[in-house]
């Protein structure tokens, strides 16, 4: 029987060569030209195929890198269906004596082409597939050109962020409104160049959108460096964050230290007093009724003052203690230096309008980005003040419905540290108002960017919002696992590749790219790279000197807490 099937193979593979060779009226040899396999079985994603082991041997050493590699895993290969081309990605290889050709492999369907009739190569291509093969269709190698008409721009906007894979000078584009307008994550393991390539995408977006609004959430200090000429850099020292910008819940997480039953009865009384601190303010008498969440100022003053009359009007029977723990911890925010960002007497004016004005870019002034430095905030308020970052952008987007939209792009860098899977929820605000964004900013033109080294320990429900998936090398069985569960069918040949993947190489799937793509990241300009490089123990453990100057400079910034 196996006689007879390669035989079979052999008769069909001449037939095809024949053909192909009339049709196009070249010369024979050609390595494209010929057939290296046929279809077996047909499935309605995908399909096996026998690939002959000889012919992919003859092909390893073409010219071209695409026909070179084609029938390898995570390659594409072309089927000829009609009139037409049917584009697949191999997703695994198997030998198998009992086949035509000894090799067996599984192939996901990417989408179809026409067919130029003086080339033979693929034109006019889509994604998705109208019509199949029958078993018995040859499959032939894909060739660089043909990789170029796939990849090439259909003319919508995009932006090029590198070169496809295995190519060595096909542009690796992705649309830019697929790209924002349904979210993205770029996810890689430490170590992979996933700084360096975050940058170099918000780079070309702010290259394409001079005009944009895009805002960055950088946890270590590492991209204030690669956009200091194009962006606005806020940190600790000009930050200037109002505390009343703060929700009633965002004022729970800072100002309430207890826990179970007593932080029940601690969140009555702070709301109560922040209500009533709030109602003071002229604004509210223009308003009329507001609300605990209301952003209107108010004086730290008042908040103490009116924690102070409710305890004071306290029955024999009632305890101070909640009253006294609020009081403490306010007491603390505002003689605390760190906090000094946010909880400092000279942001009790009415500057909302200005903030969202500087924060937001409106207008941008030639400075679509801001990065917003918070290595420099205290632990354990970082994610309260992501929180209302992330909430303002939200709520602007929902109240700003009447106006012209002008929509706004939010990057998380450590994304796992703000929206947590269950497994590791705190239930802080931060959490739920990115799993908002998630589901539901596209409707209000609200672009969300996710950036993590651990996928895994991200909010299930987070990933799967994000419609462009950019993959770099992950090298935890369990981030794999929630990658590949997150992308699409079509992509299932490019993530066995992902813990093979070198350094700023990645997959990118989903809405903003044609197909599924192996890229290689364009190298970025030194003085456009964030500063995140590793240091170099064996260079800087080779010399020595100016230890205690060093020393005593980083004890005076420590003790003034960078000031």
Not at 9 to 36: K, L, Q
Not at 175 to 183: E, F, I, N, R, S
Not at 309 to 326: C, Q, V
């Amino acid at each position: 029987m196996n006689q007879m099937g390669m035989g079979a193979f052999g008769t069909t593979a001449s037939a095809g060569r024949g053909e192909a060779d009339a049709a196009h009226g070249t010369e024979r040899g050609s390595s494209w030209r010929e057939p290296i396999g046929i279809v077996l079985e047909i499935g309605g994603s995908g399909s096996r195929i026998a690939f002959d082991l000889g012919r992919l041997n003859e092909i390893s050493s073409d010219s071209d890198p695409s026909v070179a590699l084609s029938g390898q895993v995570g390659s594409q290969v072309k089927v000829r269906v009609g009139n037409g081309w049917l584009l697949a990605s191999v997703r695994n290889q198997k030998q198998a004596n009992d086949v035509p050709g000894g090799m067996v492999a599984e192939v996901d369907f990417l989408g179809e082409g026409d067919e130029e009739r003086l080339t033979g190569r693929i034109h006019g291509f889509r994604r998705g597939v109208t019509l199949y093969p029958i078993p018995g269709a040859l499959v032939y190698p894909a060739t660089s050109e043909d990789l170029s008409q796939i990849y090439a721009s259909d003319g919508r906007a995009s932006i090029s962020v590198g070169k496809v894979f295995p190519t060595k000078d096909i542009r690796a584009g992705l649309y830019v409104d697929a790209l924002l307008g349904k979210h993205f994550a770029l996810l890689g393991s430490t170590g992979t160049g996933k700084s360096t390539s975050a940058a170099l995408i918000l780079h070309r977006i702010c290259e394409h959108a001079p005009e944009g609004h895009v805002i960055m959430i950088d946890p270590h200090g590492e991209y204030s460096s690669a956009f200091r000429s194009t962006g606005m850099l806020l940190d600790v020292t000009n930050l200037q964050m109002p505390y009343w910008l703060m929700n009633f819940e965002e004022h729970c997480e800072i100002l309430l230290t207890s826990r179970g039953d007593d932080r029940q009865l601690d969140s009555e009384i702070l709301g109560k007093c922040l209500l009533e601190a709030r109602s003071k303010n002229r604004l509210a008498e223009q308003i009329g009724k507001i609300t605990v969440d209301s952003p209107i100022p108010y004086l730290l003053s008042d908040l103490s003052a009116s924690l102070a009359n409710a305890m004071g009007k306290l029955d024999k029977g009632h305890s101070s203690a909640p009253y006294m723990r609020i009081r403490n911890r306010l007491d603390e925010l505002k003689g605390d230096p760190r906090y000094q960002f946010m909880f400092s007497g000279m942001l009790v004016g009415d500057t909302m309008a200005d903030f969202i004005t500087r924060i937001f870019r409106l207008p941008s002034n030639g400075r679509p980005i801001s990065i917003i430095d918070v290595s420099g905030v205290p632990t354990e308020i970082t994610s309260t003040v992501v929180a209302v970052l992330s909430r303002l952008v939200f709520d602007f987007a929902v109240w700003g419905r009447e106006e012209q939209t002008r929509p706004i792009l939010l990057v998380c860098e450590e994304a796992h540290r703000y929206v947590p899977s269950e497994k590791h929820a705190d239930g802080s605000s931060v959490g739920r108002i990115l799993s908002r964004i998630a589901k539901e900013g596209r409707k209000y033109g609200i672009s969300l960017g996710l950036i993590t080294q651990r996928p895994s320990d991200l909010a299930e429900g987070v990933l799967s919002q994000c419609g462009t998936i950019i993959s770099m090398r992950l090298n935890n069985d369990r981030d794999q696992a929630f990658v590949r569960a997150a992308m699409p069918e079509g992509a299932r040949g490019f993530l066995d590749s992902i813990p093979a993947l070198r350094n700023r190489e990645c997959i990118i799937c989903g809405e903003g790219t044609a197909i599924p793509m192996r890229v290689r990241f364009d190298d970025l300009e030194e003085y456009k790279r964030p500063a995140s490089a590793d240091p170099s123990f064996s260079q800087l453990w080779s010399h020595a000197g100016g230890e205690e100057e060093q020393v005593h400079r980083t004890v005076q910034r420590w003790r003034t807490q960078g000031r």
